[in-house]
């Protein structure tokens, strides 16, 4: 993806996403192109959002993660993959 439709695509989120987004709300604001059980796969991993923000629950089993807008969108951007190569023709036997 060009440069340019990176930063457009930044700039999008960065107005339209609230400024703490809670880990459930991900694959809603996303269109569905994350979902919460792959964030936290990435997370148990060490490799999700970076400063996740951690809330305990009553039964202190189970918290609530929320990120940060500008760490997500960091996030995301980086896993884009640009694939330049043109379709591949095809072949007519």
Do not use: C
């Not at 107005?15 to 809603?28: D, G, H, N």
């Not at 796969?41 to 202190?60: E, L």
Request: net charge positive; charged share 30%; glycine share 4%.
């Amino acid at each position: 993806m060009q440069q340019s439709k990176i930063d457009e695509m930044r700039e999008f989120l960065i107005k339209t996403l609230p400024p703490i987004i809670a880990r459930t709300e991900v694959e809603k604001l996303t269109g569905g192109l994350i979902k919460r059980s792959t964030l936290s796969t990435y997370d148990s991993r060490k490799q999700g959002v970076p400063n996740p923000i951690k809330f305990a629950s009553p039964d202190k089993v189970r918290g609530k993660v929320a990120y940060r807008r500008d760490d997500l969108i960091n996030w995301i951007i980086d896993r884009i993959v640009v694939d330049d190569d043109p379709p591949p023709q095809p072949t007519i036997a």
